[in-house]
């Protein structure tokens, strides 16, 4: 059992960076591709968390992953546990907020690979999934070290959405935003600084590394054309 | 009878529609698509390639129907088996030479693939860019690369969107002699689509003249540059005289080029002795009553004056000295000399005015 907040904030982060390659590629990859007209709803669905408080976003978690819900009643019956104030919990709230840090950086790289490329594939035969696979998903590399990294980054940050959905307890959802809020209220001022500090650090050293590597592809909003 | 390629499609786009309606035998031989920028011809060539859907009409490779508005037909380029190739080449980026050339070639055994892939790299002379990251190569490298990617499929019908536009002028000139004796071994037709009058010419068999959105003409290229139907036409072909001949002789910088029987004196940058395509600008026609004896002109052409017809300031004159040839003279001169129909004239033509496009 991982007590130390930080270390279960970073394998908070790793899981959703991995779940969100694995949702955020197809669903980045769907959109870029798609002509259907109702595209923008679901654009929109996935932009939601940048916008909406982490309180607001927290509340309907919580609500819809409770026993009393039909996923929550499900996951119960499954599982034998339920998952809010767990750590599962924690990673389906997680997966939720940080999707459009991972789905943008995603469809921006996918989109800003040419067109001409996608289209020569067609013509010699390739199908659209495999065009995707072997040509615009190796081109976008950088896109996705950025969607990875920024999603990773916010996970490790994220605070309302914490401590509605997984409370504070410790060794199973007590994340380092949240220990550091309890330091301050207890007035452990230079513990709570000494954590800060190291989540400064981390924090800038991830971001420093993405913009270097990559500054084209930093881009949050993609431009749709 | 060879099979055809129906084209009967429209697309519109705001402001402005693109329409053709031509049929293509599906022989070796190459069909231009002509026209200035905005002509709609890089358009009709995606629709045919299936990476744009036509608004209205149909296209019918052979039996096939590839598109069909009123059946609701309309298949994937994949399922086209057409070569296409892209005017900025569209090469992988991350893949190398040899890996652009053979991608997605499935369903062929491996050896068959490998088969192929040296083919193409010893017909386009790639043996020492094989393993080469494609940024590394060259522009002229990478058309060659595109190309050999493009045929590597045995494509059925080959799509080519100006080819030699990204070229250097070297490059493009060295390689409008060699493109058609590449593709010859490939046995398939191939469109055009250029904007280059050289390159029509010395690429062509067959020509479209498109110009907003629409033909102006289609026809044997030699007919359609000497006599295009209608005066845009010919000011977007830009020259009025053009006939198939052969180079003879070639001889101190000169070639001697014969048409139908009379042999002209032509400046020869390059070319061997074989088939040519040979234009003349009417206004670099010289007409006079009599023969000269004192003259620099290199070539005198006798003939009979067949149409006079006023042009604006100009009046053009088609005279027939075994073939139809049209020249460019002002009112005044046309005047003075009292040249008419049935008169009998000489052509003078400098030597350089007389150009040669290898075919």
Redesign the interface.
């Known amino acids: 059992m991982i007590t130390d907040p930080l270390l279960l904030s970073i394998k908070l982060a790793t899981v959703v960076s991995a779940l969100l390659f694995l949702i955020g590629i197809p669903l980045a990859g769907w959109l870029s591709i798609t002509r259907l007209r109702w595209k923008f709803l679901i654009e929109a669905i996935v932009a939601l968390p940048i916008v909406l408080p982490p309180t607001v976003l927290g509340y309907y978690i919580l609500v819809s992953i409770s026993p009393n819900s039909s996923i929550g009643s499900i996951y119960l019956d499954v599982f034998g546990s339920a998952l809010p104030f767990s750590f599962p919990g924690l990673v389906v709230a997680s997966v939720l907020y940080s999707l459009p840090f991972a789905v943008q950086p995603f469809l921006a790289g996918f989109e800003s690979v ?1 067109r ?2 996608s ?9 659209r999934l ?1 065009t995707f696979l ?2 615009v998903l ?2 976008s590399i950088p896109g996705l070290i950025t969607g990875g990294v920024l999603s990773f980054a916010h996970t490790l940050g994220e605070f309302g959405v914490v401590l509605l959905v997984g409370g504070n307890i410790p060794g199973s959802t007590q994340v380092v935003s949240i220990s550091i809020y309890d330091q301050v209220q207890a007035l452990e001022y230079e513990q709570a600084g000494q954590t800060s500090l190291t989540l400064l650090v981390f924090s800038f050293f991830v971001l420093s590394l993405v913009y270097a590597t990559n500054r084209k592809v930093w881009t949050i909003w993609p431009k749709n054309s | 009878m060879a099979e055809k390629l129906l084209i009967d499609i429209q697309k519109d786009f705001p402001g402005r529609q693109i329409s053709i309606q031509t049929a293509l035998e599906l022989t070796p031989s190459w069909t231009v698509l002509f026209g200035p920028s905005g002509a709609g011809k890089s358009t009709v060539l995606r629709c045919l ?3 744009e859907t036509p608004d209205d009409g149909e296209i019918c490779f052979g039996n096939e129907i590839w598109f069909s508005k009123n059946q609701k037909t309309c298949i ?3 399922q ?5 190739f ?1 005017q ?1 080449y ?5 893949l190398s030479v040899k890996k652009n050339i053979g ?2 070639l499935t ?1 062929i055994s491996k050896d068959e693939k490998n088969k192929r892939i040296a083919r193409m790299v010893d017909t386009f002379d790639l043996s020492k860019l094989e393993n080469r990251n494609i940024q590394s190569l060259s522009g002229g490298e990478k058309q060659r690369v595109a190309l050999a ?2 045929l590597c ?1 045995y494509p059925r019908l080959l799509l080519l969107d100006e080819p030699l536009s990204a070229l250097d002028n070297p490059s493009r000139i060295r390689l409008r002699k060699e493109l058609r004796d590449l593709l010859r071994q490939f046995k398939i037709p191939v469109i055009l689509v250029t904007h280059d009058r050289t390159e029509a010419l010395s690429l062509g068999d067959r020509m479209i003249v498109m110009n907003h959105g629409t033909v102006l003409q289609d026809g044997p290229i030699a007919e359609v540059f000497s006599k295009p139907n209608q005066k845009t036409t010919a000011g977007i072909v830009g020259m009025e005289n053009v006939f198939p001949g052969s180079i003879r002789e070639k001889k101190d910088g000169l070639a001697i080029v014969e048409i139908n029987d009379n042999l002209l004196e032509a400046a020869n940058f390059g070319l061997d002795t074989g088939p040519v395509m040979v234009g003349i600008r009417a206004e670099d026609i010289v007409i006079r009553l009599a023969r000269e004896t004192n003259s620099s002109a290199r070539n005198q052409l006798r003939g009979t004056i067949e149409a006079v017809v006023l042009e604006e300031s100009l009046v053009r004159l088609t005279v027939n000295c075994g073939f139809s040839i049209d020249a460019l003279i002002t009112r005044e001169s046309k005047e003075e000399m009292k040249l008419d129909v049935s008169r009998e004239v000489t052509l003078s033509v400098k030597a350089t005015a007389i150009h040669l496009f290898p075919h």
């Not at chain 2, 086209?80 to 296409?84: E, Q």
């Not at chain 2, 569209?90 to 991350?94: E, K, M, N, V």
């Open positions: 040419d001409r490329l289209e020569a594939a067609w013509t010699l035969g390739a199908s495999k072997t040509i190796p081109s | 390639a299936g990476l994937t380029p994949q086209r088996g057409t070569g296409f892209f900025d569209a090469l992988f980026p991350h991608y997605n369903e990617r493009t499929r």
